[in-house]
């Protein structure tokens, strides 16, 4: 629900903008992300006894810096909605729309063993060419049973687990059996 709530407050933010703009609009809803992380901030801004010009300064002076009047704008008028608690979703959804228009997305690869960089190398460019973007992999050691690679941002989950290959070797043999 706040994913849908934050697209539509990102459409108005990012109306008629350069893809730098939205570049440095994530930077900021991202770092107002992280606060809403810290339980002291979260506690403020769910205070009922707090006034609601008292949270649109706090988050005001936050953002100062970006000196934008769109996002002066769109923090008022969150704060006018009672919808302080969407801004980590607004942070979540514009980092998806750069990726989307930059092609440019983030992986893991989860494996028990370690893996060598020329493979992640070679991983990243055959998803690259497949999906017709840039794909960057970093390899996780994890306690999975094979490997796992995952592009959340575009929905790719791809894994090849041992212990499901030698249960399927095992079947296949009793079945010829």
């Known amino acids: 629900m706040e994913e849908l709530i934050a697209k539509k407050y990102i459409k108005a933010l990012t109306q008629g903008v350069d893809i730098e703009s939205v570049k440095n609009m994530t930077t900021i809803f991202s770092a107002l992300a992280e606060a809403f992380n810290d ?7 769910n205070n009922p006894d707090l006034a609601s010009s008292d949270k649109a300064s706090i988050l005001l002076d936050a953002v100062q810096a970006a000196k934008s009047d769109k996002i002066n704008n769109l923090i008022k008028l969150i704060v006018e909605n009672k919808r302080i608690n969407i801004i980590p979703a607004i ?12 092609k440019t997305y983030e992986g893991l690869i989860f494996s028990n063993s370690d893996i060598d960089a020329k493979v992640v190398s070679e991983l990243s460019s055959g998803l690259s060419k497949k999906f017709d973007s840039t794909i960057s992999l970093e390899a996780v050691k994890s306690d999975f049973n094979g490997i796992k690679v995952g592009v959340e941002s575009l929905g790719i989950e791809i894994n090849f687990s041992k212990d499901r290959i030698d249960s399927q070797i095992i079947e296949h043999i009793i079945k010829a059996i």
């Open 39 to 45: 339980a002291k901030f979260n506690a403020i801004m």
């Open 91 to 102: 942070a979540a959804e514009l980092e998806k729309s750069v990726e989307d228009a930059t």
